[in-house]
């Protein structure tokens, strides 16, 4: 799966934004201590429990909170797309002289189980990622390059 950035987090302020992130962070949170971090191993476990942690402490927009949160979004979208099952399929209809296939996605219960958890992280990486982005450019266009060494937010 690939990310996106939502349209609707285009015309938002900065802080519209972080009251987003503020209020899916409620939402994720008891995911992540209830379902997420004990399904997890290390080190996965462990970023996610660092995750949980910024949570609590409403630590959201710093690059290791980020960090922390990309990885185990990827990892959970990982396994749930590792749960589903595709086939290909053919016509076998008498009338069919063209030997037409196709291909099925299969959503077992494992998959159908991840795919909210995957979402509702989800909605909160692009929330923090949007925050964090409006943070950069406001201090790129104030002409502030950023601490000694930095070349931007791949580098967080």
């Known amino acids: 799966m690939s990310a996106s950035v ?12 972080a ?13 992540l201590r209830t379902i997420v971090i004990p399904m997890l191993h290390a080190p996965t476990r462990a970023q996610a429990i660092a995750a949980a942690d910024s949570i609590a402490r409403r630590d959201l927009f710093s690059a290791g ?8 979004t990827q990892v959970l979208t990982e396994e749930m797309t590792s749960h589903l099952v595709v086939e290909t399929m ?9 030997g037409s296939t196709w291909t099925e996605t299969i959503w077992t219960d494992e998959a159908i189980a991840l795919a909210p958890i995957c979402g509702e992280l989800g909605r909160l990486r692009d929330l923090v990622d949007a925050v964090i982005d409006r943070r950069d450019l406001t201090r790129l266009l104030a002409g502030d390059p950023g601490p000694a060494g930095d070349t931007g937010p791949a580098c967080r």
């Not at 349209?7 to 900065?14: F, P, Q, R, Y």
């Not at 899916?24 to 949170?29: G, K």
Request: no cysteine; glycine share 4%.
């Open 6 to 17: 939502d349209a609707d987090l285009t015309g938002l302020s900065v802080e519209t934004l």
């Open 19 to 31: 009251l987003r992130a503020l209020a899916q962070s409620r939402i994720v949170l008891p995911v």
């Open 65 to 72: 909170f980020q960090a922390d949160l990309r990885d185990v």
């Open 90 to 98: 053919w016509s076998d209809h008498d009338g069919d002289v063209t």
